[in-house]
């Protein structure tokens, strides 16, 4: 129940090498992770010290992970692959060790288990310690692997929202690098009006989908150098409306929000936006965050009808 109502990875990990520790009675549990791009294991719950790194073949550990293999010493100096360097920097004394490492779904190794120092038995830990720490472990890699499965779905759909923003932009001539430069600046303004994190980081990743509706406007149109007649302004307006009924048929949370910015980023404080003329507080405040960042980078950099403004002038507005 714990687990499941984890609202971060961090409290996720803490819980599990809590479980980790109580079912073995011992004195201090490691949860760690294996890295495979970077081909390190870490840690962010070894106690007595702030979050570790090693190669992934270093230490005991390392040998556990590497070999797929379950292991106990239960005299760490006396073992060679023991790094004797973290207790001389926490004045800790590591007798036993036990460690049983974490497989996914597919099989594949994704970190491991490590418990030192049996409380209960002065020997150190035995078969029975082992056979309930790979309980814990088979928990902990299927709750971990789906953990996993979650964020790599989310990531894919960053990536992919980030990427349509940047297509959309390069059919006005302008590169990825707006909607980029949006989403940062978004990001900072909205972590200046005191939004909490999870706030900052959907605004940055769904401002980059503001002007998504332009894929309906026609190119002579969107992409004119000179001055609009009020016929082209009226079709370059309603890329709001695309947007949003682009966007706002999913059923996802993250897709409905970009579907309000994209609606109401052309909305003005005073009523005199577009496309329904709401004003004040009515207009969203991810929109209106996104209508900032939005504005300054038009202004600030150069595009096809107009020179980059200087910063003083971007103030002086």
Not at 188 to 200: E, L, R, T
């Amino acid at each position: 129940t714990r687990v499941q109502s984890c609202k971060s990875h961090t409290d996720m990990l803490k819980i599990l090498a809590e479980l980790g520790k109580i079912i073995t009675y011992s004195d201090r549990c490691t949860l760690w992770i294996v890295d495979s791009e970077k081909n390190t294991l870490w840690s962010e719950m070894a106690d007595g010290v702030d979050r570790l790194e090693i190669p992934i073949t270093a230490g005991i550990v390392g040998h556990s992970v590497t070999s797929n293999e379950n292991v106990i010493i239960n005299d760490a100096y006396s073992d060679d692959r023991f790094n004797k360097d973290i207790d001389k920097k926490t004045g800790y004394k590591t007798n036993h060790i036990m460690v049983i490492p974490m497989n996914n779904s597919s099989g594949d190794v994704i970190g491991a288990f490590q418990v030192i120092n049996n409380l209960i038995n002065r020997d150190g830990y035995i078969d029975k310690d082992m056979k309930f720490l790979s309980l814990a472990s088979g928990y902990a890699a299927e709750t971990l692997d789906s953990y996993m499965l979650a964020q790599e779905i989310e990531d894919t759909n960053r990536e992919f929202i980030s990427i349509l923003g940047e297509t959309v932009e390069s059919r006005s001539k302008e590169t990825g690098n707006h909607v980029r430069r949006v989403a940062s600046y978004s990001a900072i303004i909205a972590k200046s009006y005191g939004m909490d994190d999870k706030q900052v980081s959907l605004l940055r990743t769904i401002s980059p989908m503001h002007d998504v509706g332009k894929v309906a406007i026609p190119d002579a149109v969107l992409n004119k150098p000179g001055k609009l007649t009020d016929k082209e302004r009226r079709i370059i307006e309603d890329h709001t409306v695309f947007g949003y009924n682009i966007l706002n048929g999913s059923k996802k949370g993250m897709l409905k929000s970009a579907a309000i910015i994209a609606h109401e980023h052309h909305e003005k404080y005073n009523g005199k936006g577009y496309p329904r003329g709401i004003k004040g507080d009515d207009i969203h405040i991810f929109a209106r965050i996104t209508a900032l960042a939005d504005v300054y980078d038009a202004l600030s950099t150069e595009r096809v009808y107009k020179k980059a403004w200087e910063e003083e002038k971007i103030h002086k507005m």
